[in-house]
C-alpha cells in the first residue's frame, strides 16, 4: 500500500510538471516551414522551476527537412540530472499517465509538435533554477541529423488542474 501511494504521489509531480500552458500560436509551424534542411526547432518552452519544483518539460515543433526519415533520441541542458523524452498516454481506468520513450519519429517534410498532453521533453531533478522571462539553452541529438543547440524560453504555467 505504500509504495503504491508512492507511485502515484510520484506520478502526480511529475504530471505537475508538465501542467502549464498550451503552446501559443507562435509555436505552430506549416509544413511548408520544413522546406530547410535537416532538422528545425520553433517555439520552443517550459515551464518555470525551482527548488520547490525540482520537475518541468519542454515542449517544440520540430520540422524535418530532410527527404528521409529521422527522429528525436535524446536530449541534454545544463542544470538537469535526468532528460527523458515521454508521451502521455490514457490508461484503461481513463487516467492520464507519462511513459518514457525511446524516440520520437520525425517524418520527412511535416512537422511534429510535443505539447502538453501529448510527447513532450521531461525533465527531472533541477539542479539549477529556471525563472520565468529568461531563457535556457538545449542540445537535440537525432538519429540522422547532426545535433541542434535550441534556445528554449522559460515561462511561468497556469495551472490546468486535473494533472497531466
Known sequence: MVRRLFSVIFLSALASACGGENTSSDGDVSASACGESGVTANGAWMRAASDTRPTSAIYVTLCNGED????LTGVTIAGVETVEIHETIETE????SMVPIEK????PGA???LKHGGAHIMLIGLTESFPAGGAATATLEFE????VEI????KEA???GGGH
Open 104 to 107: 520520437i519519429d520525425l517524418p
Open 111 to 113: 512537422p511534429v509538435t
Open 151 to 154: 534556445s528554449v524560453d522559460i
Open 158 to 160: 497556469m495551472h490546468q
Open 144 to 147: 540522422n541529423a547532426p545535433s
Open 93 to 96: 481506468d481513463g487516467l492520464s
Open 68 to 71: 528521409v526519415a529521422d527522429a
